[in-house]
């Protein structure tokens, strides 16, 4: 069975930085698409960006461009956001997530003060 687990979150202040970790084990991650999601309480998950199997095509939310970079270690079966120039509404839960297998990681939360 496929796991996602997370790692990384934590506080920060504004204009600061984190990367966050996801480790897959359970399934063949080198063939799959992987992305980055958000959630704040009382919001809908959104997304924040995705990576294909081989790192050769990323999309990022608008509201991240330029800030945050998804990146993949497959030989590591590892996803990551590196977050820079943090913003307080960047304040999130942040969940990882296989988009061939549908799964989702449990959740590391990210709080930036101002």
């Known amino acids: 069975q496929a796991q996602l687990v997370e790692s990384g979150g934590g506080l920060v202040q504004a204009g600061g930085s984190l990367r966050l970790s996801c480790v897959a084990s359970g399934s063949r991650f080198s063939t799959h698409y992987m992305a980055w999601y958000r959630q704040s309480p009382g919001n809908q998950r959104e997304f924040v960006a995705s990576m294909s199997p081989d790192g050769s095509s990323v999309r990022y939310a608008d509201s991240v461009k330029g800030r945050f970079t998804i990146s993949r270690d497959n030989a590591r079966n590892a996803v990551y956001l590196q977050m820079n120039s943090l913003k307080p509404e960047d304040t999130n839960i942040y969940y990882c997530?296989?988009?061939?297998?549908?799964?989702w990681g449990q959740g590391t939360q990210v709080t930036v003060s101002s």
């Open positions: 997530r296989d988009l061939d297998l549908l799964v």
